[in-house]
Structures are given as C-alpha cells and as structure tokens.
Nanobody, 127 residues
Framework: QVQLVESGGGLVQAGDSLTLSCAASGRTFSSYAMGWFRQSTGKEREFVTVISWDGGSAYYADSVKGRFIISRDNAKNTVYLQMNSLKPEDTAVYYC????????????????????WGQGIQVTVSS
C-alpha cells in the first residue's frame, strides 16, 4: 500500500518562502516520477510541478515557474517543494502524487497520470 504524507504547510505572508515535504512508503520510490498539485477553494485541482525518478528533469506550471523548486531525496523517500516569493494566489491545499507506471499518455500535467495521492496540506499566503 502506497502512502504519501505531506508536511510543512502553514500560514505565511506574501513574499515569504515555505518548503513542503512529501514522505513516501510502500513503493520503490526511486523508480517513479513525483508530482505536486494544488487546489484552491472553488477551483479544480491543478498541476504545479513534476520531477523525474532521478531528479534530472522537472517541469513547472507557468504560474510557479521561477518561484518554486521541486527536488527529491531518494535515500529518504522524500520529495520537496520549495516555494519562494509566495503570493496570495498560491493559497491552496497542496497534494503530492506518484506518477503511474500504467499511464500510457505523455501529458504529465493531468491528474490521470498519477495513481496515489497524499491527504493534502494547507498553504495560506496572506497579503
């Protein structure tokens, strides 16, 4: 059973930084890409970023490019999301997810590409 547990969320002010962590268990962590999504109140869950199994490649949504950095430590089975220059519009519940080995498509920014999800963690950015 795959388990993903996010941590590090909270309330910050605009311009601050925050780093989220996602600890994984139950799967060979180093074999799969990992992604982060977020969902704001009243909106659909949206793609934030994804990192390849070895950390060699990463892709970002335009809304966070240049501000957020995804990384992973396969020895610790953990993926991180460093969020800099936070804006009120970054307020959301953030979810980490494992990329599905059974996904036959190439579009990584869709929820369908991910098969296990964390419970989510709240990030609130005040203005």
């Amino acid at each position: 059973q795959v388990q993903l547990v996010e941590s590090g969320g909270g309330l910050v002010q605009a311009g601050d930084s925050l780093t989220l962590s996602c600890a994984a268990s139950g799967r060979t962590f180093s074999s799969y890409a990992m992604g982060w999504f977020r969902q704001s109140t009243g909106k659909e869950r949206e793609f934030v970023t994804v990192i390849s199994w070895d950390g060699g490649s990463a892709y970002y949504a335009d809304s966070v490019k240049g501000r957020f950095i995804i990384s992973r430590d396969n020895a610790k089975n953990t993926v991180y999301l460093q969020m800099n220059s936070l804006k009120p519009e970054d307020t959301a519940v953030y979810y980490c997810a494992t990329y599905s080995p059974n996904y036959g498509g190439s579009y990584y920014a869709t929820q369908r590409a991910y098969d296990h999800w964390g419970q989510g963690i709240q990030v609130t950015v005040s203005s």
